[in-house]
């Protein structure tokens, strides 16, 4: 399935799989992209980005990576790929290339710290659907840093537990990325995705004014 319409990949964070996505894919799309959740060990950040580098094989270019808290990790490293047109960070990590970021379970006591303006039903679903990190996992390099030379956007998230919105704001300044501020827990793609989808349409509609630049 080829289009003229970017193509969209999701990386998700820890305690995560792609389907964290669900209420933000359907809408993008309706609207003609092609989209696909990248879904990863994590095991190693080398594994985890060599896993995205072979999903945007599977769409076509140019393509937006999404990337939600250790996501963030992933697309720093894996958009350094060519094919990859913007970055959109969502109460995520954006590290540098040379500096360190660290399998971990999430209890159910911990759910409302990481989720807790979801309903019950979908904390539970949250909870339920974990991925667990292995204990290293932040201290690996990512071989690169996309946002240096590809324009980022990011969204704080002002309720956010899991990582403080301050340390948000500093790697959204730092990148000298477009950000946005929503009253949101960790999950903003659960809790907000209409945001989520709006910061993304933003993206996408920068990077088609560059490719037809070029």
Same mark, same amino acid.
């Given at each position: ?131 667990? !990190?292995?204990?290293?996992? @932040?201290? =690996? #390099?990512?071989? /690169? ?6 324009? +980022?956007?990011?969204? $704080? ?7 403080? !919105?301050?340390?948000?704001? @500093?790697? =959204? #300044?730092?990148? /000298? ?6 009253? +949101?827990?960790?999950? $903003? ?15 996408? #509609? ?9």
């Amino acid at each position: 399935m080829k289009g003229t319409q970017p193509s969209i990949v999701f990386c998700h964070g820890i305690w995560a799989d792609g389907s964290c996505f669900s209420k933000v894919i359907p809408a993008l799309q309706a609207e003609g992209h092609e989209c696909i959740a990248a879904q990863y060990s994590l095991n190693t950040t080398a594994d985890d980005i060599a896993n995205v580098k072979r999903t945007l094989a599977r769409v076509s270019s140019p393509a937006i990576l999404v990337g939600h808290s250790y996501g963030g990790s992933v697309i720093t490293g894996a958009g350094t790929d060519d094919r990859v047109a913007g970055l959109v960070y969502i109460a995520a990590f954006a590290p540098d290339t040379e500096v360190a970021d660290g399998r971990i379970w999430l209890l159910p006591e911990g759910i409302d710290s990481f989720a807790g303006d979801l309903s019950e039903q979908e904390k539970r679903l949250v909870w339920a659907t974990q991925c667990v !990190p292995a204990p290293d996992l @932040f201290e =690996a #390099k990512v071989g /690169g840093t996309a946002w240096k030379s590809k324009p +980022s956007w990011y969204i $704080v998230a002002k309720n956010d537990r899991t990582i403080q !919105p301050d340390c948000e704001r @500093f790697l =959204a #300044k730092r990148m /000298g990325a477009t950000t946005t501020e929503v009253a +949101s827990s960790h999950v $903003v793609m659960l809790s907000q995705p209409q945001v989520v989808i709006d910061v993304i349409r933003k993206a996408v #509609k920068a990077s088609q004014g560059v490719t037809a630049a070029a």
